[in-house]
């Protein structure tokens, strides 16, 4: 949130946001919670803010916005005023909403978030940047995002210790953290060196809804400049450096968020364009007594709010301020309320305006110029609607749009040990006797299917017979990936359950003499499940499989087995079709993906997987000495989704079409995109070749980045890579140049 020092504010900016995430070692403290299914956490009540006068050390009064939970901040020189009962905060769409006597109001409680419940409680984008105006003209207006949701999951963090088992991987002294990223409000903001800011930080959840930070440590620190942070919030003050000439400064302000006894760790970074006092264009003139001037800058960024530069006008209607030079801008007059009634903003007229049939737009001089710009109300005065600002016409999500993607998508690419072609099939039928372990006696290579030339081999592990399997390149093991499987036959016929581990630095030693999935205790938990299948072959060869399944997903915030973040159940059908060569098809039925710890359903998804070429001999996708073919389109699927949000007026979902190409070279590109009347929003998530995973250590590399399209379907608002731990670097763009930066894990 902003608030104006001498001058008003302005609202403007860039976004940069980092997660940093890293596991935790060694045994459970004393006292953690051991429970292996964490319960629901609590829910949030509705922020309340409040509206206080502030006095400048020049003796002017303006008004500051913060939670009601802290303390105002008074810039240097000046005082705290009292609240300012009655303030009128006007929302995007023209409603307001009025203070109460000690200047509180509670932004959920608004018409505008009434009539937003869905946006408002599943995107930080959707928040409402909205204009806080003192009824009595005493203090000049500010502008400043709230928080309009209303019961957001508190994101906390819970332990669980991690069974000692056969897979000997370290205990974890980290809780499991609920948090799946964090976004800073104002997304970024331009400001001249005078004046000051308020910015705060919010949290998305794994399920992708917004998050109360609550239960969360927030640090703040600015690169130039100097943050102080409200005492019992999650918002700080930002005062900018003193610069002076005639070019702006770019600051950055990185907003720090852990939890108590997690390693695992969330940034989001707002980088700041600081004008010195004398390089802005001018604009005096007359307007209305006791009355605000708003001046909206046009030009800006989709993935930004408006920009907005506010002042007042004193008791005879003159009023100064300074805009940036050389931009397009249109006029709006705040109106004092008359008795009985409410402030309004309206599109005004101004003299300055060099097209008649335009005659509240126009376009700012040179920097240190001035220009005289009398505003007046037209004759049939129009509210001031901010468009853009609309929750309806917000950004779709970048955080959870990307991790409901992934989550869609993903499954193509994957290598499954369910797969009826995994090539792995013959030795789960035929396990060597106990006696005989490990076995064979040094690693040896799978010879067929999608684990073609992994390296495999039977241990004895927790006291279970199980088969280790490992990623390896090239024709003899020694070359390892950064992926492992372990898979245990169970005692029914059929029945199998797995465990999918992978290094997110390193490789796995496949040369042996025996192969440790856990990499030394390194290995990360991916996912983990069971299986029950019925095989039918003829001559060997499976034609028909029939499997339900079950999965467990993990995340870096979930890594303890038994505890995952999400869980998962299929129906796997595969057919083998007849011809030369014969092709199979796989039909994934409704493939349901739950919250572990609500059990609340998120995606339902069916979708076909289609087998192009086969996968070995002429014209196959991998060739007999082992080496994946560029080129050569192994898989393609198709398929429907539909994502259900849970929100406090009622469960809701959007539908999504799945698309997916799977080359032999490993290289893969997975198509999300919107289904909903209005909404062709959508991600492409094009995943590095085997080889360039390997030796970049990426999956999505930044040679191909991913892509982030708005609701148009056309326009890119963000490009993305994404390592091998799963973290994202997302650039948002603006006509394809970056204009601010995020990360997160998926």
């Not at 419940?117 to 995107?123: D, F, K, N, Y």
Request: charged share 10%; aromatic share 8%.
């Amino acid at each position: 949130m902003l608030r104006r020092r001498v001058s008003s504010l302005v609202a403007a900016g860039l976004v940069a946001l980092a997660l940093a995430a890293c596991g935790g070692g060694g045994s459970a403290p004393s006292g953690a919670n051991a429970n292996a299914n964490p319960t629901p956490q609590p829910t949030a009540s509705a922020g309340i803010y409040q509206v206080r006068y502030i006095i400048d050390e020049d003796g002017s009064i303006n008004l500051e916005v913060f939670p009601a939970d802290g303390q105002p901040v008074a810039p240097p020189g000046g005082q705290v005023g009292q609240p300012d009962g009655g303030a009128v905060v006007t929302y995007p769409d023209g409603s307001t909403q009025a203070a109460d006597a000690a200047g509180d109001f509670i932004p959920a409680q608004s018409a505008y978030a009434q009539g937003n419940i869905r946006q408002l409680e599943t995107s930080s984008e959707a928040q409402p940047y909205v204009i806080v105006s003192d009824p009595q003209g005493k203090a000049a207006p500010t502008s400043t995002d709230v928080t309009a949701y209303n019961g957001a999951t508190v994101a906390s963090a819970s332990f669980a210790r991690r069974p000692v088992g056969g897979l000997r991987l370290t205990a974890s002294t980290g809780p499991v953290v609920s948090l799946g990223g964090v976004r800073t409000l104002p997304a970024g903001f331009a400001l001249f060196a005078n004046e000051i800011a308020t910015v705060h930080v919010e949290g998305v959840d794994i399920d992708g809804h917004l998050a109360s930070l609550r239960n969360a440590q927030v640090s703040w620190k600015a690169a130039l400049g100097k943050t102080t942070q409200i005492a019992g919030t999650r918002a700080a003050v930002y005062a900018p450096p003193a610069i002076g000439g005639a070019s702006p400064a770019l600051d950055t302000i990185t907003a720090t968020v852990t939890f108590a006894g997690s390693s695992l760790q969330f940034t989001a970074t707002s980088r700041v364009q600081v004008f010195p006092p004398g390089a802005g264009f001018a604009l005096s003139g007359s307007a209305l007594a006791n009355g605000s001037v708003l001046f909206v800058q046009a030009d800006v960024p989709r993935v930004f709010h408006p920009y907005f530069w506010l002042t007042s006008a004193d008791g005879t209607g003159q009023y100064r301020r300074s805009v940036p030079a050389n931009v397009t801008l249109t006029s709006i007059l705040g109106i004092p309320p008359s008795p009985g009634g409410v402030f309004s903003y309206a599109v005004a007229n101004n003299s300055f305006a060099a097209i008649p049939s335009q005659p509240s737009q126009f376009t700012s001089g040179v920097p240190g110029a001035s220009a005289t710009a009398n505003l007046t109300l037209p004759s049939s005065p129009v509210g001031y609607i901010d468009t853009a600002g609309l929750a309806r016409n917000a950004i779709p999500p970048l955080i959870p749009y990307l991790r409901d993607a992934y989550a869609a998508t993903i499954d193509a690419l994957a290598r499954h040990v369910y797969d009826a072609d995994s090539g792995v099939q013959a030795l789960l039928a035929a396990p060597p006797s106990a006696a005989s372990l490990p076995s064979p006696a040094v690693p040896q290579l799978v010879t067929t299917g999608i684990y073609y030339h992994w390296c495999y081999q039977w241990e004895m592990l927790g006291g279970a017979e199980t088969l280790v399997l490992e990623e390896n390149a090239g024709t003899t093991c020694g070359s390892g990936g950064n992926d492992a499987v372990t898979v245990i036959p169970g005692s029914a016929a059929g029945a199998y359950s797995y465990v999918h581990l992978y290094l997110s630095s390193g490789a796995y030693n496949a040369a042996g003499p025996t192969l440790d999935p856990t990499g030394g205790g390194a290995a990360l938990l991916a996912d983990a499940g069971s299986w029950t299948q019925t095989l039918q072959q003829s001559s060997g060869t499976i034609t028909s499989d029939a499997a339900t399944v079950q999965i467990q997903s993990y995340n870096l915030g979930h890594q303890t087995l038994g505890t995952p973040a999400f869980d998962e159940t299929l129906a796997y059908q595969y057919t083998l079709n007849p011809g030369t060569p014969a092709l199979a098809t796989i039909q994934i039925a409704n493939d349901t993906l739950s919250d572990h710890a609500d059990g609340e359903v998120l995606q339902l998804s069916n979708r076909t997987k289609t087998q192009v070429h086969p996968l070995h001999g002429s014209g196959g996708c991998v060739t007999d000495n082992g080496a994946p073919v560029t080129g050569i389109v192994c898989y393609t699927v198709s398929g429907s989704l539909t994502r259900t949000y849970y929100v406090s007026s009622g469960p809701f979902a959007k539908n999504f079409a799945i698309g997916e190409k799977l080359d032999g070279d490993g290289s893969s590109i997975l198509t999300y995109v919107s289904r909903n009347a209005g909404d062709a929003s959508g991600a492409t998530i094009p995943i590095a070749s085997y080889e360039q995973r390997a030796t970049s250590g990426c999956l999505v590399c930044a040679a191909a980045p991913g892509t982030m399209l708005d609701v148009d379907g056309s326009t890119n608002l963000a490009s993305f890579t994404v390592d091998r731990a799963r973290l994202v670097q997302m650039n948002l763009l603006d006509n394809g140049q970056p204009v601010g930066a995020l990360a997160f894990g998926l």
